[in-house]
């Protein structure tokens, strides 16, 4: 008995990894990860109905598993609405979307879009791009093509083309 415990929990760990929740958070708990991040960070604002989300994420989290050796990580951050909630977590699994995904509970995009840039009228797509060590720090409120996220990424990792 004491040898089926170890292999059920590995089991089960593969299975929790695959499904992952979708954890809840509020836009203080997202601030206070983005200013706390020791690694380059970039942070995708997206939902369920954007098309153009949909588009990009699979080529940022390519990109972003090309770099894993500079630490660099992806968070997914759902705009979706309260009622939608429920239909992230299976809608991404269906996609094979392998990045952390959380959903931010709040409603009021004139409380929470400033805090993430002054200048985001709250459209989707957006992305943060992060580097607390080196300073760096760029948004934007569009659509990234896959030559300009590659260019992003190596200003954030602080690279020379």
Known sequence: MKKIVPVIFILLSGIASSTQEVQKIKI???EKTISESKTPLIVNFWATFCIPCL???PY???SVKRHRKDSLKLLLVSLDLKDDYNKIRPFAAKRKFTSKIVW???????YFCPKIDSAWSGALPATLFVNNK???RKFYEEKIQEDKFEKEITA?????D
């Open 28 to 30: 203080t708990d997202l």
């Open 55 to 57: 588009e990009e994420i």
């Open 60 to 62: 940022f989290e390519e």
């Open 104 to 110: 931010l509970s709040e409603t009021n995009a004139d």
């Open 134 to 136: 080196t300073g760096y």
């Open 156 to 160: 954030i990792l602080g690279k020379k």
